[in-house]
């Protein structure tokens, strides 16, 4: 498929719950790589879901910058940065993983594949998804709904949050990032 001719800016959940302290930073690494990385979200920690006593997550957005299409940014960068640090998917959702890297947002698109869902679905109901896309994007809206991420029960949900400040200070230092401002 084509690459654009111009940017778009693009938001990706980035989790994981083995070996978070490694996994996250060196797919940021990856990523950085392959698109221009605007900004970074504070990183939470969050049980696991459907799977109580495994490792807890730590959780993410990065704003980017990006040429490619949604389809090769999924499948050319996302799912091969998961590759490359050991994800193997599998039929149980729930397993545990060393990267989990989703395309939340992509410009004002909007895609219904079975492979390919944008706006990522999950904004709506998952805390660790809608916070810190909140954070990065305080005035954006859902592009098939018109919903404000603001006004999302999910981004008003954060008692199953901890933040981890130490964690993003250190991401943030390694790309040379300000902290967003609050």
Known sequence: MPE??????AYIGIGSNVDPIEN???????????TDILAVSTFYR???LGRPGQPEFLNGVCRIATSLE???LKFGVL????????????????APRPIDLDILLYGEAIREEDDLRIPDPEIRT???????????????????????????????????LRADCVF??????????EPEPR
């Open 4 to 9: 654009r001719a111009s940017k778009v800016i």
């Open 24 to 34: 996250i930073p060196r797919a940021i690494e990856i990523l950085a790589r392959e």
């Open 46 to 48: 969050t049980e696991a």
């Open 70 to 72: 949604p389809r090769p």
């Open 79 to 94: 799912r091969s940065i998961e590759r490359a640090l050991g994800r193997v998917r599998s039929e149980d959702k729930y």
């Open 126 to 160: 998952r805390p660790f998804v809608a916070v810190p896309l909140l954070e990065l994007a305080p005035d954006a809206a859902l592009p098939d709904t018109g919903e404000r991420i603001a006004d999302l029960s999910a981004a008003q949900k954060r008692d199953t």
């Open 168 to 177: 993003t200070r250190g991401i943030r230092k390694r790309l040379g990032h």
